[in-house]
């Protein structure tokens, strides 16, 4: 499924970091920083599909050579702790062609280098070969200072402060999620991704009606795995798929992501599935069909999606136990002048209730009590249940208590005579 990932971090000098050496290794290069004296030689590194570099229609020469750009970017920052680049790190989706993911990653390299006139140098990476294939990605490593004619000139301040520069980030991860949409769209896909958090996605579809979606949506980020977790979690997918067995994650952290994988995917096909039943119900309505009819012809329709040798007509089949028929009986005329639902509400009704039952089912077809007969009244039939726990409820307590005396009396003398036709038992 396509995801969304957009993140920007800077390269310090004091974390230890530069321009060049940060270029060398994501183009896969050999650079020599002239500052420090060091060579970053990166020209064994594998997996680089695509490097290109863009600048500013006025930008000098030397900016279209990648030794030379970083190299000049290093020099013109003179501060021990400056910032000396940024870096846009890009998920490209697996659904689209490589020509694709190179066009989009383009378009959103044009957009950096007109809106702040920075030096853009953009590595396309392949999916790591022990990791997972739909991993594309591209590195978009920028200037902090606007490159003119004359070199390297203002820092981009506007991405420094803390007033503009989340703004600003912000409406490039905009753009950055439709450019992969629209590219999604292109190629025949029905997946979209989206730039916004979880909340305001959340919001959005609450504030369109779509309660579904606002479901899916009420859960927490997924936990990041860290460098260590993800590779051990690499190895136990790979080493699962040569046994042929079902991955099982080996971390605490990498179980907690993939649980949290399952259930999206499981709730993504199930509104998929639910999408097609809702669709087919009205095609099948619209046709003259009846409501079983159609709901069975619906689920048909969403359960042959399903998994493995499961067999989409035992859905079928439960739901015309539920309905107590099958789609054929269903379709069958009934004769004219029968009501299947009295018939069997009598049912019901008479097994439940005996007499009582009878009693209501002639109510039910318009006749009175009386028309039953003497035998059915009230005084001539066998009291129910409700009737003779009403008698004893209404009766006063001392009646009641009376009542049991007299039990405990014809006890007692059931008693005397059961000893009576024992006779004796002493000098046995």
């Excluded at 900016?63 to 030379?68: E, F, G, K, Q, Y």
């Amino acid at each position: 499924m396509a995801s969304y990932h957009l993140s920007v971090k800077t390269i310090k000098r004091s974390a230890g970091r530069s321009a060049t050496a940060a270029a060398a290794y994501r183009v896969g290069e050999r650079i020599e920083c002239q500052r420090e004296g060091r060579v970053h030689d990166y020209t064994r590194k594998q997996g680089i599909e695509e490097t290109f570099i863009l600048a500013p229609k006025d930008a000098p020469d030397w900016a279209s050579d990648r030794s030379r750009l970083w190299n000049e970017a290093e020099a013109s920052e003179t501060r021990r702790n400056s910032v000396t680049a940024r870096e846009w790190e890009l998920a490209l989706p697996s659904e689209i062609s490589a020509g694709a993911r190179s066009q989009i990653t383009r378009d959103f390299a044009q957009e950096l280098v007109s809106r702040y006139g920075v030096a853009v140098d953009v590595a396309i990476h392949a999916p790591h070969r022990e990791g997972d294939q739909r991993n594309h990605h591209a590195h978009v490593l920028t200037s902090t200072r606007k490159l003119e004619a004359e070199g390297f000139t203002t820092k981009t301040r506007v991405l420094d402060s803390a007033k503009t520069g989340g703004v600003e980030i912000e409406q490039m991860r905009g753009l950055w999620a439709e450019l992969q949409n629209r590219a999604l769209e292109r190629a025949g896909e029905v997946e979209r991704v989206d730039h916004r958090s979880l909340e305001k996605q959340r919001d959005a579809a609450q504030e369109r009606g779509d309660k579904l979606s606002a479901e899916e949506l009420d859960r927490d980020p997924e936990l990041k795995l860290g460098p260590a977790a993800n590779s051990m979690e690499r190895r136990a997918k790979a080493m699962a798929e040569r046994q042929g067995r079902e991955y099982v994650p080996v971390t605490e952290r990498g179980a907690v992501v993939h649980a949290a994988r399952q259930a999206r995917v499981a709730f993504r096909e199930m509104r998929e599935r639910l999408d097609i039943a809702r669709e087919t119900y009205g095609i099948e309505r619209e046709a003259g069909q009846g409501r079983v009819s159609a709901g069975l012809a619906a689920l048909r329709a969403a359960t042959s999606k399903e998994r493995g040798e499961r067999n989409p007509e035992d859905f079928r089949e439960r739901l015309a136990g539920v309905v107590g028929r099958s789609r054929d009986q269903d379709d069958t005329p009934k004769p004219e002048g029968r009501n299947y639902a009295r018939e069997r509400l009598k049912e019901i009704m008479e097994k439940d209730a005996g007499r009582d039952g009878q009693a209501a089912v002639h109510k039910l077809d318009g006749h009175s009590e009386y028309d039953l007969g003497e035998e059915t009244s009230r005084e001539a039939r066998k009291p129910s249940v409700n009737e003779r726990l009403k008698d004893v409820l209404n009766k006063p307590r001392e009646k009641l208590e009376i009542e049991d005396e007299r039990e405990q009396e014809k006890d007692q003398e059931v008693e005397k005579d059961r000893d009576i036709d024992r006779g004796p038992t002493h000098g046995l």
